[in-house]
């Protein structure tokens, strides 16, 4: 009985393994997954088109700043809103314009570094032409809503100017190849006393084709060196109103806006 089981049994596997499909070597190696190197030349390159589209189009920005607390100390009604708008002159120029300004803050001091990295910073691109300014490391695959992410650290290679740099993590949806969340803040070599809050921005597809920033969100406690030397800043910028130049389509999100007691 032994001798026949054996027998049988060595049947079967045989009959079973000619029945499984053997994938031919140029498949198998479509299927596995890409190196970290072939994911950040992927990424940047989409990262290039997405950003050269995005400068072609119009939209608005709002962004609302609000102080929570100084030195642990609750603070109310003490929030500022900036509305900018995206726009195009006649003769095809971009201009970013501050439309409507509201309310102010008064326990830190609002700076153009800060106005910089609302309209500029922000909404993060790595392109393949400022990619040698960052060092890129692999961090794995996540899974962001709906979205399979590869996760990469994102450190500047070296400040040796002052212009302002991107550090934290950005999130590259492993389909498109395009960055869907990005999480850090603005660093630089001499920053002369001014901190700047660690954002959270997110994407969204538009027009079926590009991921394009609808929402940045700060909450962080700035420890300054001279007085007040806490202040809990919330910060909540929304993009609306995607509109390619040229184009009659329109997109919009609601945004959140401080009520009129804010002086």
């Known amino acids: 009985m032994r001798s026949v089981y054996i027998t049988a049994l060595v049947l079967i596997i045989m009959v079973c393994s000619s029945l499984v499909p053997v994938l031919p070597a140029s ?35 709002t962004a609302i700043i609000r102080v929570l607390s100084v030195d642990d100390a609750p603070v109310k009604n003490e929030a500022m809103m900036l509305v900018f708008e995206v726009v195009f002159n ?30 500029d910073l922000n909404p993060f691109a790595l392109t393949t032409k400022d990619l040698s300014l960052y060092n890129l490391k692999y961090q794995g695959k996540e899974r962001v809503d709906e979205l399979d992410c590869y996760v990469f650290e994102v450190d500047p290679e070296s400040m040796k100017d002052n212009r302002i740099y991107f550090k934290g993590k950005i999130w590259v949806d492993d389909l498109d190849f395009q960055i869907v969340r990005t999480v850090g803040k603005a660093v630089q ?29 700060a909450d962080e406690t700035l420890r300054f060196k001279f ?18 130049f040229g184009s009659k389509t329109k997109i919009r999100f609601e945004s959140q806006v401080p009520s009129d007691d804010s002086e």
């Open 27 to 61: 498949q198998a190696e479509s299927e596995a997954e890409p190196t970290p190197e072939e994911i950040i030349s992927k990424f940047t390159e989409k990262e290039s088109e997405f950003f050269e589209a995005w400068m072609g189009y119009t939209y608005t920005q």
């Open 227 to 244: 007085p007040p030397k806490d202040a809990r800043i919330e910060m909540t910028i929304t993009y609306e109103g995607y509109k390619e």
């Open 189 to 217: 070599r001499d920053p002369g006393g001014q901190l700047y809050p660690e954002f959270e921005t997110l994407r969204q597809v538009i027009d079926g084709k590009y991921w394009f920033p609808v929402w940045t969100h």
């Open 90 to 119: 006649d003769d095809g120029t971009r201009e970013v314009q501050l439309v409507e300004r509201k309310g102010r803050v008064k326990s830190v001091v609002y700076t153009p570094e800060d106005e910089k990295i609302i309209t």
